[in-house]
């Protein structure tokens, strides 16, 4: 039996002075690492919270955060990874869900929240940073890193935990349109590291870039896979200028980085990454989605040297389900590979049986790796995990004889943009909430950087004015960029099943109509197309 | 209308329509823009303009604040005689 915090124990012995998280303005060994969680696993013992509580974590990548992060782990409570872009309702939406006793925020976030959702925010709240005095609302108490640092003893009380509890939840987008709380058990997450390090082989020698939000599970996964191993984490200053993150590869002399397919057709893009000699990089991991076999072509000539590992998964496998290693990526370039060790996964047809190798069907997952379930306890009753208490992926794909798995589709309505799990319900609410809008019909349209690209149908009400640049703005200011459509079409309704739902797939006919026809209810102020974001006369090749 | 007020109109109703973004808000570390925002501001700049940008152009110091976009179209904009004339003055 083991928990997660042992792995972070077991690095503070065995390398005490090596760095465990390095960033542009901060550092900090394992040993400090160790000694600093117990710090506030303490201070959280103190404040009478742990087995069984829950600690939100809003936060961007900062050393702070992590050991935050490895405390509320060590104090026995849960954690909760928020999204850093979320919009304040979304925000509150998850916290009245899972009522953490804690939050752990910026001074950033902190006033962001502060102004628009402030009852919604915990009463204890943690910081690396003095928060803004006039933020400071309410009757709440604030422990800063520092302080609890210079108070608190280092004895915190052995946690009697069973490795079946939960240890982190993450927030993943829903179909219902709201974030769903996967949550994570001990052994869910210890299980999974360790099959996937079976194949990639990963040791102490090893270090990442990490430039995904470590709220998400793809970021997680580095940050634990790189405790497990004692590898070194450094945190990238961010994805904004992907040349820079091509100099902090070399600057950091980091021997992995893991990113989803708009991470590396950028970098092949938009970088000289072709022309740059990275010699401390010896392997890349591409997850979160499928990268062209073309666009894989690029990345495995630009980087001769570099094995090229493939993986997918999902939150609520913890997330790994499948791994292709660098010698199969070129012979195979359409498969997503085989499932880890200790991992079943299954082709079911319709009425839920098997299908034969090749047959394409719902890929469906079982293992030591699957969820204990959402915080909103509806796994089983939405479809997600079925009675025999398998995963449910939503995605289609094939089989063959050697357990090689290609995905040929989805099944569920998810749009994967940038790497982004979205959900076109989120985004119809927001757009359908705003006045003289009757209906929305969100999809994804092919996009060569960002896999996905959003788009929407709207219907107007009678003699309503609503208009494109309207649309836009009202759904920025509730929803990340990412997640906000690029193109609003308007239409006089939208495609309909019998049962009244809106029918996805002819609503990519009517986009696909719309978009080549701009006399159907033609938007004020017809937005710049963007057919892709690939390199346009604007740019020049590396 | 001015450049700069082209570039925070542009801001503030395509990418992050708060008002609090000015010439020298910085975009990406207060969390105005994500990268696929950032990328979108980028090829946008090359659009109205018409200036060329090259991979090694884009960086912090070119596109940080809306006022160091400004900077750097204005440089892309001059000629090679004015850049010439504007190294010499500060040489004198």
């Known amino acids: 039996m083991m928990l997660l915090p042992e792995l972070l124990s077991r690095c503070a012995e065995r390398f005490p002075d090596k760095s465990a998280v390095v960033s542009r303005s901060d550092q900090i060994s394992f040993a400090d690492l160790e000694l600093q969680s117990d710090q506030v696993a303490a201070r959280l013992h103190r404040l009478a919270i742990g087995p069984g509580d829950r600690v939100a974590i809003l936060h961007d990548n900062s050393v702070a955060a992590i050991v935050f992060f490895w405390g509320i782990l060590k104090s026995g409570a849960q954690t909760v990874d928020m999204p850093t872009l979320a919009g304040a309702e979304t925000l509150a939406n998850i916290l009245r869900e899972c009522r953490p006793k804690a939050l752990v925020t910026s001074d950033k976030e902190w006033n962001r929240v502060m102004g628009e959702i402030p009852d919604a925010l915990p009463c204890i709240v943690f910081s690396k940073n003095d928060l803004l005095p006039g933020c400071k609302l309410g009757h709440r108490s604030f422990n800063l890193l520092q302080d609890i640092c210079a108070e608190e003893t280092t004895a915190c009380p052995r946690l009697r935990l069973d490795e079946s509890q939960v240890a982190m939840i993450v927030y993943t987008s829903g179909t219902t349109g709201q974030p769903k709380g996967v949550m994570l058990s001990h052994h869910n997450l210890i299980s999974n590291l360790a099959a996937s390090n079976t194949l990639m082989g990963l040791t102490s020698e090893d270090s990442i870039l990490v430039v995904v939000p470590l709220h998400f599970i793809h970021g997680r996964m580095q940050l634990l896979l790189h405790t497990l191993i004692g590898g070194t984490v450094v945190l990238s200053a961010g994805f904004h200028f992907p040349q820079n993150v091509l100099r902090e590869i070399l600057e950091y002399r980091v021997t992995g980085f893991s990113g989803v397919p708009y991470h590396f057709v950028n970098l092949a893009e938009h970088t000289a990454l072709g022309r740059t000699a990275l010699p401390d990089l010896r392997y890349v991991l591409i997850t979160g989605g499928a990268l062209s076999p073309d666009a894989l072509r690029k990345v495995i000539d630009v980087l001769p040297e570099v094995a090229v590992h493939l993986a997918y998964g999902q939150t609520e496998a913890s997330p790994r389900i499948t791994y292709l290693s660098p010698a199969e990526v070129l012979a195979r370039p359409h498969s997503i590979g085989r499932a880890l060790p200790g991992v079943q996964v299954e082709i079911l047809g319709n009425g839920g049986r098997t299908v034969p190798p090749g047959t394409p069907g719902e890929i469906v997952v079982s293992g030591p790796n699957i969820m204990r379930g959402y915080v909103s306890g509806d796994e089983v009753t939405c479809g997600k995990i079925d009675d025999q208490g398998r995963l449910h992926t939503g995605d289609i794909g094939t089989i063959d004889d050697e357990g090689y798995i290609c995905i040929s589709g989805r099944q569920s309505e998810m749009i994967k943009s940038a790497g982004e799990r979205i959900f076109p319900r989120e985004i119809e609410a927001i757009i359908d909430a705003y006045p003289g809008v009757s209906e929305s019909g969100v999809l994804g349209v092919s996009d060569q950087l960002l896999g996905e690209r959003l788009v929407a149908c709207v219907v107007p009400v009678a003699d309503s004015q609503v208009s494109r640049d309207d649309l836009r703005t009202h759904c920025l200011k509730s929803l990340p960029f990412v997640r906000t459509p690029r193109e609003f079409k308007f239409v006089d309704q939208l495609p309909k099943t019998a049962s009244g739902k809106i029918d996805r797939v002819r609503l990519v006919s009517l986009w696909a109509e719309v978009a080549n026809r701009s006399t159907v209810h033609q938007d004020k102020t017809p937005p710049t197309e963007h057919a892709t974001l690939a390199p346009c006369a604007t740019f020049e090749a590396s | ?92």
């Open chain 2, 1 to 92: 209308m001015r450049m700069i007020e082209q570039v925070l109109q542009y801001i503030r109703t395509e990418c992050a329509p708060k008002s609090e973004i000015l010439a020298d808000t910085n975009l990406f570390c207060e969390g105005y823009l994500d990268s696929t925002a950032m990328l979108e501001v980028i090829l946008w700049i090359g659009e109205t303009f018409d200036v060329t940008i090259q991979n090694e152009d884009l960086s912090p110091e070119n596109f940080g604040t809306p006022r160091n976009i400004v900077d750097f179209v204005q440089r892309q904009l001059k000629t090679p005689v004015e850049l010439e004339h504007d190294a010499a003055s500060r040489i004198a």
